[in-house]
């Protein structure tokens, strides 16, 4: 009898996967980044509890283009800036992904806000675009030109905080209490260089990044870096809390309440 590919995997197989996944090799990527100051009412507007603000009300764009042997991605992020528990970190809104294997992983364990959408990194000698577009809207786009190489960071261990939870079956809520996710990343950059240039914000109603206004450019740059990554709940948090914050996840929060159609299952 040939083998049932959705039939239980062995053990041997199971022990397989999680040995080749624990021994990935540096993955490097290919990425411009953007930080800038915002209002700091619509930084804190957009942050759950127990997530507060922080001194400075900063926005990050990251829009990166990853060097996956025979897989390239395109891999982006709109965060703010965030605080828990003492901990400095980032808190993403949005993070458009080119391909669904790499959508799938970081929604299911970590509770990452990955969509579907288009990520590219322009070069043609020192000029420079990056966009995160989605729907045909390029929501985010940078622009400018390579104005000089700076000193490479020492390796860093960053945070970003998400939610990770599941939609009630019934619609009224979630199907347990949400759980708060410190991801650490551990950075190391191996090229880095200055843009000068501007940060564009375009209106769209599925990613409203422009109610984070641009109110000055903190750091622009292109760089070359790989990142590893665990994560780690720190605590469950208040259901009712969270409800008001979970449109943030889905381009149309109706979804969520909305059954099967009629006779498709």
């Known amino acids: 009898m040939a083998r049932i590919r959705y039939g239980a995997r062995t053990e041997a197989e199971i022990s397989a996967a999680r040995t080749a996944s624990s021994k990935l090799p540096d993955i ?73 294997r790499a959508l799938i992983g970081g929604r299911e364990v970590f509770g990452e806000p990955k969509k579907l959408g288009e990520v590219s990194v322009e070069r043609d000698g020192l000029v420079v675009r990056a966009a995160l577009a989605r729907h045909g809207i390029a929501f985010v786009e940078v622009r400018g030109a390579v104005s000089g190489a700076l000193p490479l960071p020492e390796p860093a261990l960053k945070t970003d905080f998400y939610f990770k939870f599941l939609p009630a079956v019934d619609g009224s809520g979630f199907d347990m209490d949400p759980v708060l996710v410190h991801c650490l990343r551990n950075e190391k950059v191996r090229k880095l260089e200055r843009i000068t240039g501007d940060v564009v914000l375009r209106e769209s109603m599925y990613d409203p990044v422009a109610d984070l206004p641009v109110r000055a450019v903190v750091e622009l740059t292109i760089g070359e870096k790989t990142t590893d990554q665990k994560g780690k709940v720190v605590e469950r948090v208040s259901a009712q809390a969270l409800l008001p914050y979970i449109h943030q996840r889905y381009d149309d929060p109706q979804q969520i309440l909305d059954g099967p159609p009629e006779g498709s299952v």
């Open 28 to 100: 490097w990527s290919t990425g411009v980044v953007a930080v800038w100051e915002s209002d700091p009412d619509a930084v804190a507007a957009v942050l759950p509890p127990p997530l507060k603000p922080t001194e400075r009300p900063l926005v990050r764009a990251n829009i990166s283009e990853v060097d996956l042997p025979g897989y390239p991605l395109g891999a982006g992020s709109v965060a703010v800036a965030a605080e828990h528990g003492g901990v400095e970190g980032w808190y993403p809104l949005v993070m458009p992904m080119t391909h669904e």
